[in-house]
């Protein structure tokens, strides 16, 4: 059974840092395409960055410049280092896995099976 485990939010002012983390367990395949995705209160989950089974990455608009996805060597850890944070970054962060992910859709909720069950980000003004 695949599980994984996001841990790293926090409450924060704007301004501030944070690293969230992820870690997978029971994942038997050889690629990794791993997604981050928020979901704020009343609103529709959606991509944060993600990284291909090769390291490259993809950053949605409102996050590039401010946020890093990364991974171990191992791939089976996934980080996402979130800078000058602002309040509307405030949402459960999850991160997400597949074997495959189709680039153009990487951060689309459907292109992943996989899911943890967040962990929450609180950035006040």
């Known amino acids: 059974q695949v599980r994984l485990l996001e841990s790293g939010g926090a409450s924060v002012q704007a301004g501030g840092a944070l690293r969230l983390s992820c870690e997978v367990s029971g994942y038997t395949h050889r690629t990794y395409y791993w997604g981050w995705f928020r979901q704020a209160p009343g609103k529709e989950r959606e991509g944060v960055a993600s990284?291909?089974?090769?390291?490259?990455?993809l950053y949605a608009d409102d996050v590039k410049g401010r946020f890093t996805i990364s991974r171990d060597n191992t791939k089976k850890h996934l980080y996402l280092q979130m800078n000058s944070l602002k309040p509307e970054d405030t949402a459960m962060y999850y991160c997400?896995?597949?074997?495959?992910?189709?680039?153009?859709?990487?951060?689309?909720?459907?292109?992943?099976?996989?899911w943890g069950q967040g962990t929450q980000v609180t950035v006040s003004s």
């Open positions: 997400a896995l597949d074997r495959f992910a189709r680039w153009e859709r990487s951060h689309d909720i459907s292109e992943y099976g996989n």
């Open positions: 990284i291909d089974d090769y390291g490259s990455t």
